[in-house]
């Protein structure tokens, strides 16, 4: 094989990773509520009643146009990959939103629902490819399985975070719960021999819905627990600390298990 063909198309879980993708969960979480609640009115008095509908369908296309472009690309581009992870995170919250308001289905029945859903998209994958290491994610088709079950999962983490929020832990209580979570699952990287595999597909939901939690507790009013701040405001600020992320922090592409460099590390 070549160089060419054993990079991954989607970047080296690092450090850098999980801080841009949690900054880009909570940008999802405010900037879904942005349309769907300030600009279409959810929180005001005169809200649009199709907001939600209206929401997801904005986000999903502008996502599948996202994840079309990534999977079309014939290398690792991050700016583009990182879009079309806030475009996913994005349409998750506001389908998260629409199926547990509009449909009615409630947040433990639309997170069953969704936990369902993730896990059949990966056991989906793993018949079809043999594995849902995200290190192999060097052909078209794997590429459709991961950001199927990214979408999935991005949905899932909002209905899970909304209702910790809106249960007795508060967003501040929420965002601690799933902190000390994603620590656990650190600590079980690090000092056991539990599945890599299983360990990034668990921290990679349980940043949703710290995103989800935080970008609440941004954007609700004080009366609620939040701090009230403007929902675009908060969006901007989120998107360009994401940006210069990406421009600071060391953007490498994934290697092949199977490539001649993985071997010799």
Same mark, same amino acid.
């Given at each position: 094989?070549?160089?060419?063909?054993?990079?991954?198309?989607?970047? #080296?879980?690092?450090?850098? *990773?999980?801080?841009?993708?949690?900054? #880009?969960?909570?940008?999802?979480?405010?900037? &879904?509520?942005?349309?769907?609640?300030?600009?279409?009115?959810?929180?005001?008095? =005169?809200?649009?009643?199709?907001? $939600?509908?209206?929401?997801?369908?904005?986000?999903?296309?502008?996502?599948?146009?996202?994840?079309?472009?990534?999977? #079309?690309?014939?290398? *690792? =581009?991050? *700016?583009?990959?990182?879009?079309?992870?806030?475009?996913?995170?994005?349409?998750?919250?506001?389908?998260?939103?629409?199926?547990?308001?509009?449909?009615?289905?409630? $947040? +433990?029945? &639309?997170?069953?629902? /969704?936990?369902? !859903?993730?896990?059949?998209?990966?056991?989906?994958?793993?018949? @079809?490819?043999?594995?849902?290491?995200?290190?192999?994610?060097?052909?078209?088709?794997?590429? %459709?399985?991961?950001?199927?079950?990214?979408? *999935?999962?991005?949905?899932?983490?909002?209905?899970?975070?909304?209702?910790?929020?809106?249960?007795?832990?508060?967003?501040?209580?929420?965002?601690? %719960?799933?902190?000390?979570?994603?620590?656990?699952?650190?600590?079980?990287?690090?000092?056991?021999?539990?599945?890599?595999?299983?360990?990034?597909?668990?921290?990679?939901?349980?940043?949703?819905?710290?995103?989800?939690?935080?970008?609440?507790?941004?954007?609700? +009013? /004080?009366?609620?627990?939040?701090?009230?701040?403007?929902? +675009?405001?908060? @969006?901007?600020?989120?998107?360009?600390?994401?940006?210069? !992320?990406?421009?600071?922090?060391?953007?490498?592409?994934?290697? =092949?298990?199977?490539? +001649?460099?993985?071997?010799?590390?």
């Amino acid at each position: 094989m070549n160089t060419f063909t054993t990079l991954s198309k989607v970047p #080296a879980v690092t450090i850098g *990773f999980w801080i841009i993708k949690i900054a #880009a969960t909570t940008l999802g979480e405010t900037g &879904g509520d942005t349309v769907t609640m300030t600009w279409l009115g959810e929180t005001t008095s =005169h809200p649009n009643p199709y907001g $939600y509908l209206i929401g997801t369908a904005i986000f999903l296309t502008v996502f599948v146009v996202l994840a079309i472009s990534q999977i #079309a690309a014939k290398k *690792f =581009h991050p *700016f583009l990959y990182w879009a079309t992870i806030v475009g996913s995170t994005t349409a998750g919250t506001t389908m998260a939103d629409f199926a547990d308001r509009s449909l009615g289905l409630g $947040y +433990p029945g &639309g997170s069953l629902l /969704l936990l369902f !859903c993730v896990l059949a998209s990966l056991a989906a994958w793993s018949r @079809s490819l043999g594995t849902v290491s995200v290190n192999t994610i060097i052909t078209p088709k794997a590429e %459709v399985f991961y950001w199927i079950t990214i979408t *999935f999962s991005q949905t899932l983490g909002t209905a899970l975070g909304d209702w910790a929020a809106d249960a007795e832990l508060g967003y501040g209580g929420g965002a601690i %719960v799933f902190a000390a979570m994603l620590v656990a699952v650190a600590a079980a990287y690090f000092w056991t021999n539990a599945s890599r595999v299983a360990l990034f597909w668990t921290a990679f939901i349980l940043t949703r819905p710290l995103g989800a939690t935080v970008g609440d507790f941004l954007d609700k +009013p /004080l009366n609620q627990g939040g701090f009230n701040l403007s929902r +675009p405001l908060a @969006s901007a600020v989120i998107a360009v600390f994401i940006v210069v !992320c990406i421009l600071v922090i060391p953007q490498r592409p994934g290697v =092949h298990p199977g490539s +001649p460099s993985a071997a010799a590390r």
